[in-house]
Every structure is written in structure tokens, then in C-alpha cells.
């Protein structure tokens, strides 16, 4: 006798009693009756309840040394009862994950990658076996799981719940006459699976109506795509045969194309600000610190899901601190999204395009975010624009011309980072991936004339890209001075630029240009009215590289008194001096007092400039002082 939790006995012996007493009844209806092994049929059902507990206790994902228990580090999530992409803007009726064990309907749990869905099915599974019936409705008893991505291949629905039960069946092929044409029979042969010799599809649904069962499959999407038919259909109609039990189904959002005909549709909502709290708080003594150095990340967004916020607070719990570089993140997320989460769980999704691999389909979706973002200008796209920019780059990927929506739609299957919503729009799961992608592809590609267009409408990926590039200081200081793109420069989008760029944490390396380029930026910068972007460009001088290559710039320049008491310094490129760079260096610049001031006392034995006349100094407080 397997050995059960205390609390799984008078399920077991429930159910063996239901079970038992319904196969005698329809075995002694039968001309040829045998015996009922109850012993076996004792131990199959003990053993199905002992793994269902098992399976419902904990959740590990790959980096975990130890799993992390149901009850104690998860939450119950909102699930809405309208699928994402057929919500009206004013819909919000929401429903509680026991209301999903508490009427008689069958339902169907959508989410995305990592939303929560296994996890929540556990949850009820934790519900069924611990808490009490709170209501007339509440009738079911029994949980039976069935994990659809180990249903063996030749197995149907009906043969895996019998192997649960411990039943023995058989096949048998069987001729009927059809109908007859003139003088010839048409003869059907049709394979059966029967229960001592009853049919399967009659027996399972009655075992299961007088049990009380509730039947959990957890993963339609990760069947494989040439069983999903025949498995939809026994779905349906094992559904219509329910009466006192009922079935609940997950998939992914992206995998539910057909309806379940019968089904109720739910689909887990994004985590609220006061579940990312209640869940930091089961995971974290010091979840304050935590949530308030996530709120001044651009990674911040990705939290609305349960298995990257848990990736971020597992990061911190394990370092005590998050990355000070958020493009570690960024490239975490789309590596776990694209292979690794599948990989961990050993599903297999495979692709109908040859060679469109995880790091093909991260290529893809970088050139796929930048015609988005800068050429169609679009965050949220329809299917049409997804089709123009799809015509623009498949010959790269050696992908077909005429395949663009099927495309689209592995990707939002596979990976959950495309996600469609109401009205046939599609839009990136999160912004800040978004803008990832666009700043991987830009930083792999030469950057294009019109960057001046970049510039001005929406700087984020640019700010990115800066902190992807080996060498930042250059990247950015390229971005700001080739083609004279410094006049694309306004406000607005500098101090956009400039904040990001610190937000994102680039190791910037003492770079001559870039000095150049921060010069030249306080000179186009340097009236009163733009007080705003002087702070923060000199905010931005306080990063780590930063002061020396203003520094290190200054022998390019011929300093002056200024005579516009603007409280800057005047600076002006010297003449007859050799440019070893491909861009033109520009012709005036300007350095606030506060940063000269700085430049002499931080960094005074390095630092040497030139007087008007030619020659050079040292940078010493009287120097300073004579120019301010």
C-alpha cells in the first residue's frame, strides 16, 4: 500500500468506494462479468493523489537550488473573463481562482508565458485538498491532473484517465456495413478501447460525474501540433458528458486559435502594484528596499508577470542588490522567454521554418522592433503594419514572402513577447523589451542618415544602445556629433536621452571624443532657459568616465573668459591641429564653471589647457580662477 498525506485518505477511499462499486454494477450487467482487482484500483487511485499532492506543493525553476513551497511564496491572481484580445476597453469583470471549483461550468485558463498558469492550477489543486466546500455549488472532491505534454504518443484522453484509475483495456477492431451501393457493401472499420468490454468513452465520464472529480490538464499548448485536433475533440466531448465532475484546461493566449466548444474563457491578469508587494513580501525580509530600487529601473514593467518578477527577486534575494547594469536583465528575459523556459520544463516547440532557432527569432524580433519603432513609428501595430514590416526584413532570415501572419504567429505562440489585443492589435509584452530589441538591431547596423528623426521621437532605444555598445563613450558620442546630428538636439528629448542613459548604467571608458561631444552639448545648451538640461548634463557628468573625458578634451580647446556672464567658460577649437577622427570636431564648446571647478580639483595633475595665444598650462586654481 502506497503511504498518502493524512488529508489524501478519505479522498482515496472515496473515491476507490465510488469507483468500485460503479464498475460492479456495469461489469455484473454484462454476459462474461469478471472479477474487479480492487487492490489495484485502490493503489492506481492512491498513487495518482499522492503525485497530484506532490506536484501542487512546490514550484523550482532552473537557478534554484531548493524548490520554493505553493502556499508560501505565491498569491491567488485575477482572472479576467474575457480573453485579452477580444476585451472591450471598459470590461472588467474579474473572477477568483476558487470560483473555478465553485459552479458547474468547464473552463479554459489563457495566459502568457510565465503569467502563472501551472501555478494557479496548483493553487486549486492545494484548495481542493485543504479547504472545506463554502457553498452548495462547491460539490467537487477529487483533483486528477493530467501534465498534456506527457501524454505518450497512441495514448487518448480516455486511456490516460484509465491508467490513473489502474483499468485495463483493450482495442479491438470492429467492421460495420456502412451502407449498401448497388451490390456492394461499404465496410468501416472502426478501433475501439474498451473496459471489460464496455466502452472506454462511456465508463470514464461516469467514474468521474459520481466522483466528483475535478480533471485539471495543464498545458494544451504544449501538445504536439499533430495531436491537438484529435485531443481538442475528446475535450469537447468528454465536456458535454460532465455532470458532477467538470474539466479546467490551461494553454497559452497565443496557442488558443479554436474554441472549446462548451468552455468558459478566463485568462490571468497582469499582477497589480499590490500583488507585486504581497509577493515581494513572501520572498523578501527587506521587500521595501527592493520594490523602491525597482521603481527607478526601466525594467520596472516586466514585474507585471509572475515568473519575471520572481527571476528579479530571486536576483536580489540571492546578491542582495539588482543589477547595476538593467541590460543584464534585458538579455536574461529574452533568453529565458525564447529557449530556456520551455528548455526547463523539456517542451519542444518546434518550428515550421528551418534554421528560425531561438537566436534567429531574437535577430528577427531586434529588426522586427526597429522597423516598428523608427520606420513605421508604431508601438502598437495592426496586422497590416506588422505585414509591411515583416515584407521589409524576411529575405534576411531566409523566411518565405508570403508567410508573414503565420510568422507573427510562431512567435507569439513560442515566445509570448508579441501579444495580440483587442481589435487585431499587436504589440510588444513589454516596453522596455521593446526598446531592447530596436537598440540591439540599431547597435548591429550602421546608423542610418535620418537618425536626426530618431533623435526627436522617442530616444529610449538610442539611450539603450549606448549601454549595449562595448564602447559607449564612443557609440554616444557618434550618435551626438557625425552628420552634425547635435542640431536634431532639443530639450526635451536631451534631458530624455541623458536619463535613460543613466538609468541604463553604461561602464563608460575615458573617451576623448566624448568629451568633445559633452563640450559641444553645454555650448548649444548654455542659455538660461535650458537651466534644466545644464543639471542634468552636469548630473550626467558625475558617472564614472565621465569627468575625465571632458578632461582629457580640453587640449583640443583654446579657453577664454566668457563675456556673457552666463556662468560658462568659452572654448575654441585650436587651429592647425590634425583630426584623427572621421567626424568634424566641433568649432566651439562650452564648460559651466561648476564642471571647471571640478575638472581642477579632482582631476589637477592630469589636466593642462590652452590660453588664447597658444600655450599650454596646467590647470591649477589660478588658471580657474583667472578664467572664471
Known sequence: MIETSPFLKPLSDLALKVFTQYLKNRIE??????????????????????????????FQFLEMSAPSTIDETTIKLDLHTEPRKFRGSHTTKHKKEEDLVSDLENYVLLGEPGSGKTTTLKRLVRYLFTSSPHSEADIYQVPLVIRLRELQPGKTLYMALADIFGLEYEQVVREYVKQRQKATDIVVTVIQTLIQGNRIEYIIPHLLNKSGAVLILDGLDEVHVDIVPSLRNEIIELGRQLEGAKIIVSSRTGDYTVQLEGFHVLEICPLSKRQIKLIAQKWLSNSETFLSSLENLPYRDLTDRPLLLTQLLFIYKRYGYLPEQPSSIYKRVIRLLLEEWDAQREIIRTSKYSQFDPERKSDFLAALSYHLTYVLRE??????????????????????????????????????????????????????????????????????????????????????????????????????????????????????????????????????????????????????????????????????????????????????????????????????????????????????????????????????????????????????????
Open 379 to 628: 508601438k502598437r501595430f495592426s496586422e497590416d503594419s506588422l505585414v509591411s514590416a515583416y515584407l521589409r526584413i524576411h529575405s534576411s532570415f531566409n523566411l518565405p514572402k508570403d508567410e508573414a501572419r503565420q510568422v507573427a504567429r510562431e512567435i507569439q505562440t513560442h515566445t509570448g513577447i508579441i501579444v495580440l489585443g483587442p481589435h487585431d492589435i499587436y504589440e510588444f509584452s513589454h516596453l522596455s523589451i521593446q526598446e531592447y530589441l530596436c537598440a540591439n538591431y540599431l547597435l548591429r547596423a550602421p546608423l542610418p542618415p535620418k537618425v536626426t528623426d530618431y533623435i526627436q521621437s522617442y530616444c529610449a532605444p538610442l539611450a539603450v544602445a549606448v549601454a549595449l555598445s562595448s564602447r559607449p563613450g564612443e557609440w554616444l558620442s557618434n550618435l551626438i556629433l557625425s552628420r552634425n546630428n547635435i542640431t536634431a538636439f532639443n530639450d526635451a528629448c536631451t534631458i530624455s536621452l541623458i536619463s535613460r542613459i543613466s538609468m541604463e548604467q553604461p561602464f563608460f571608458e575615458q573617451s576623448e571624443l566624448l568629451g568633445l561631444a559633452l563640450i559641444a552639448m553645454f555650448d548649444k545648451f548654455r542659455h538660461p532657459k535650458y537651466i534644466n538640461v545644464q543639471r542634468k548634463l552636469l548630473e550626467f557628468c558625475e558617472l564614472r568616465g565621465i569627468l575625465g573625458s571632458v578632461g582629457s578634451a580640453l587640449r583640443w580647446f583654446g579657453l577664454t573668459r566668457s563675456s556673457k556672464a552666463d556662468g560658462f567658460v568659452d572654448a575654441k577649437l585650436r587651429r592647425n591641429l590634425i583630426n584623427p577622427y572621421t567626424i568634424e570636431l566641433p568649432k566651439n564648446g562650452a564648460i559651466p564653471v561648476d564642471l571647471l571647478i571640478r575638472l581642477q580639483t579632482t582631476l589637477r595633475p592630469q589636466i593642462t589647457w590652452w590660453r588664447p595665444d597658444g600655450t599650454e598650462r596646467l590647470l591649477d586654481a589660478n588658471a580657474v580662477k583667472g578664467l572664471t
Open 29 to 58: 450487467s454484462t454476459k462474461h462479468p469478471k472479477k474487479i482487482d480492487t487492490a489495484t484500483l485502490e493503489e492506481g487511485i492512491q498513487r495518482h493523489l499522492q503525485d497530484v499532492e506532490r506536484w501542487s506543493r512546490n
